[in-house]
């Protein structure tokens, strides 16, 4: 019954007559006021493990946010770090300058070795300068300047002497081919292969 009282006074349950009453009692009683002590000692350390525990507690949440908090951005890597770091990325290899000295004359080598294309049957291989096939033609009235013009063009094919006498024209171009292309599409009257001759500029 008593510890109901202790309680009840610690906890600030009474009101002012049974507080008054419970004061009078510890007055006379030592037994009363070391229950009471006791208590109060209890509480005090009930409060200050509690107090412990909110702070570790506050620590820890702490330091998780610290830890998730995200870090700043590094700042932009200028153009020509970013090329060194292309061309020798970090962990780099110390065989790295060899693997690239061995790519560049592996390409070197491949280059020069590539094969020429080979002529077509009839074609004259002007490689280097030297003469290029040529075609004497007669062509039709009915063809007009534009639709000349355009067939030479995609076929590759120069006007190099005429017209002569006769109204016929010289064709010439670096492929014998072209120049029997060009004049099927034009639609000649005639066709009779000429001396070839110095190639036509571009």
């Known amino acids: 019954m008593s510890e109901d009282r202790v309680l009840s ?6 009101d002012d007559d049974a507080r ?3 004061d009078a009692d510890m007055a006379r ?5 070391a229950e009471v002590e006791a208590w109060r000692n209890l509480a005090q350390a009930r409060q200050m493990a509690h ?3 909110g702070r570790a507690d506050r620590d820890s ?19 020509a770090r970013r090329l060194r770091q292309w061309l020798w990325p970090t ?13 560049v004359t592996l390409a070197v080598m491949v280059a020069h070795q ?6 077509a049957p009839g074609d004259v291989l002007t490689r280097g300068g030297g003469s290029c096939p040529r075609l004497v033609v007669d062509l039709p009235d009915t063809l007009t300047a534009k639709q000349l013009r355009n067939t030479l ?50």
Request: hydrophobic share 45%.
């Open 51 to 53: 107090n412990d525990i």
């Open 20 to 22: 008054r009453a419970f």
């Open 153 to 202: 063009s995609q076929f590759a094919v120069s006007i190099v002497e005429g017209p002569d006498a006769d109204g016929r024209y010289v064709l010439s171009a670096a492929r014998e081919s072209s120049l029997q292309d060009a004049a099927a599409a034009l639609g000649v009257l005639s066709a009779t292969a000429g001396p070839a001759g110095a190639c036509p500029r571009p």
């Open 114 to 119: 590539a094969p020429l294309d080979a002529p």
């Open 91 to 103: 962990p780099a290899s110390p065989l790295m300058p060899l693997g690239w000295a061995l790519a």
């Open 9 to 14: 006074y610690l906890s600030g349950e009474l």
């Open 29 to 33: 009683d030592p037994a009363l006021r």
């Open 61 to 79: 949440a702490f330091l998780r946010a610290l830890a998730e908090r995200p870090q700043p951005a590094p700042p932009p890597l200028s153009r």
